[in-house]
């Protein structure tokens, strides 16, 4: 086991923390106690019960409610009130930019619909607000003035499935990661920057899963119609934070190729990292093949150790000529590796998700 595989996302977490909600968030959620109620058949060989009157006129249910069904068999029910936007206000005056980066996409990720920035806007406030649009996606602009900007969701919670944003996301790390260690050894800085400018492709794919998470958690999202339970939704959270992870190594390797070598790594070696580099990249993109069984799986964990074994021998390679350079890209290589894992571990617990087929 890896202890940095296990060092979830520290800059998401961070970017994720949300301010007190109690400032932002409106309306306020009216909590009902749980209670048994009777039911009633009726004549026509259905059922009924009877709403308490006091939830049913604050959630406007006196007339019509919404009843969503649920994979776990559970039904919520929901008053008219319930189609309406769940929204947050932002106040930007003094906040600079990684501020209010992470105070919008804490928002976004726990499945804001509508955000109102206002406040005094600062000369590149709202500069800043567009390009920080880039991490929300569906997310677009729909009023502004010089008083305040309305950001608003035009995105179908079910518009990209967990599967389809978890292989974007693998997609595009993977094809970063061969780019920033080409980048590396062949000295191309362009490659390099365009690298790490194509990160934040996986990061906005990322809140997104995060934010389909949190609207199954709200019941925004119908189990029923994703066909995902709870459990099958964090572990794939889990799973994107782990591809972002991957992400963030190929932008540090990608960064090293904008430095300059302190000692040039000699040819034999640069063949080694190259072929291990390789390998690594081959063993995560088995990782998240959606056809993976358990015992495909074991195969792929078992491949783990020979790598980083194959590490640890090219940092002995390192040492002998040292290369700060070298040995900092090993190291990428092998954090690398352990989120790699984490995501076969995770993947061999999901095929215990599987519900037996009904007869």
């Given at each position: 086991m890896f202890p940095a595989g296990r060092q979830l996302c520290a800059r998401s977490r961070k970017m994720r923390m949300a301010p007190p909600l109690s400032r932002h968030l409106h309306p306020s959620p009216y909590l009902y106690p749980m209670q048994r109620r009777k039911v009633q058949k009726t004549g026509g060989g259905s059922f009924s019960f009877v709403l308490p009157k006091d939830w049913a006129l604050s959630h406007h249910a006196d007339r019509e409610i919404v009843i969503m069904g649920h994979a776990t068999g559970a039904l919520t029910i929901y008053g008219l009130d319930h189609e309406q936007a769940f929204t947050a206000t932002v106040d930007v005056s003094e906040k600079s930019r990684k501020e209010l980066l992470n105070e919008l996409i804490s928002l976004y990720s726990l499945g804001v619909d509508e955000i109102r920035v206002e406040g005094k806007f600062g000369s590149t406030t709202k500069k800043d607000i567009r390009a920080i649009m880039r991490f929300l996606m569906g997310f677009e602009i729909v009023s502004e003035n010089h008083q305040a900007i309305v950001l608003k969701s035009v995105l179908s919670d079910q518009a990209l499935s967990f599967e389809q944003c978890l292989l974007s996301m693998e997609t595009n790390a993977r094809s970063m990661f061969l780019d920033a260690v080409e980048a590396f050894f062949s000295g191309d800085k362009e490659m390099g920057a365009d690298v790490i400018e194509r990160d934040v492709d996986v990061d906005r794919l990322y809140h997104l899963v995060i934010r389909n998470h949190q609207s199954l958690l709200q019941d925004k999202m119908q189990e029923s119609l994703e066909s995902r339970?709870?459990?099958e939704s964090s572990a794939y959270e889990y799973i994107a934070a782990q591809i972002e992870r991957v992400a963030d190594r190929a932008?540090?390797?990608?960064?090293?190729?904008?430095?300059?070598?302190?000692?040039?790594?000699?040819?034999?070696t640069t063949q080694t990292i190259r072929r291990l580099s390789n390998e690594i990249i081959k063993l995560f993109a088995g990782s998240m093949d959606q056809k993976l069984d358990n015992k495909r799986i074991v195969g792929l964990e078992l491949e783990v150790e020979p790598l980083v074994q194959k590490i640890s021998r090219a940092e002995l390679q390192f040492m002998q000529k040292p290369s700060q350079e070298g040995l900092l890209f090993l190291v990428n290589l092998q954090r690398t590796v352990a989120y790699i894992q984490n995501i076969l571990e995770k993947r061999f617990q999901m095929t215990f998700f599987k519900k037996e087929p009904t007869a």
């Open positions: 339970s709870l459990l932008v540090n390797i990608a960064k090293l190729s904008l430095e300059e070598q302190t000692l040039p790594i000699d040819e034999k």
